[in-house]
T-cell receptor, first 114, second 111 residues
């Protein structure tokens, strides 16, 4: 058990819809990362937050947005969903945001677009 | 962003050591070398990381070449539970804190 909690575990929705994925980091961790894993793209870094502030941005689409709240939990919002957005979405957390600190991953949210 | 190169797959026998190689010829002086693994139907799991010196922990050992252009993850006694995809990644504080995962090495462990 990594201590990172992601909800929901599974989500099925239709094209054009909007969903929100939630992540609770490990106790004491200030940094949260979001990743997308699809069969043809592997693990893609989306975005990182540190103590409520955006720290780094990766291959995140404009239709996607994220935020980290004062209690340090984070949400990833996906809108105008397309079939290609079907993937596993992972959240990870670390104590700080620096490169010498390991990331601890949740079990992911499996998003299926019909 | 510096990239890593790993073999697509490797095979090992149970209870034998496994050496998983990673090339990172464009590594910069501030890049840390991290290893993660992903078991089937699970999120990636942190294994080990280092900067210049070899590192040991309860899961594995990390051997880093003197020029830092390659590294090797060593599992001392492979078990069936070690069958996973192993990712070698580089992380630095100067490149926007991005974490770039490659395709990884799929490790098969035979009983």
């Amino acid at each position: 058990d990594s201590g990172v909690t992601q909800t929901p575990k599974h989500l099925i929705t239709a094209t054009g819809q909007r969903v929100t994925l939630r992540c609770s980091p490990r106790s004491g961790d200030l940094s949260v990362y979001w990743y997308q894993q699809s069969l043809d793209q592997g693990l893609q870094f989306l975005i990182q937050y540190y103590n409520g502030e955006e720290r780094a941005k990766g291959n995140i689409l404009e239709r996607f947005s994220a935020q980290q709240f004062p209690d340090l939990h984070s949400e990833l919002n996906l809108s105008s969903l397309e079939l290609g957005d079907s993937a596993l979405y992972f959240c990870a957390s670390s104590v700080g945001g620096h490169s010498n600190q390991p990331q601890h991953f949740g079990d992911g949210t499996r998003l299926s677009i019909l | 962003d510096a990239k890593t190169t790993q073999p697509n797959s490797m095979e090992s026998n149970e209870e034998e050591p496994v050496h998983l190689p990673c090339n990172h010829s464009t590594i910069s002086g501030t890049d840390y070398i991290h290893w993660y693994r992903q078991l089937p139907s699970q999120g990636p799991e942190y294994v080990i990381h280092g900067l210049t010196s070899n590192v040991n922990n309860r899961m594995a050992s990390l051997a880093i070449a003197e020029d830092r252009k390659s590294s090797t993850l060593i599992l001392h006694r492979a078990t069936l539970r070690d069958a996973a995809v192993y990712y070698c990644i580089l992380r630095d504080n100067t490149g926007g804190f991005k974490t770039i995962f490659g395709a990884g090495t799929r490790l098969f462990v035979k009983a």
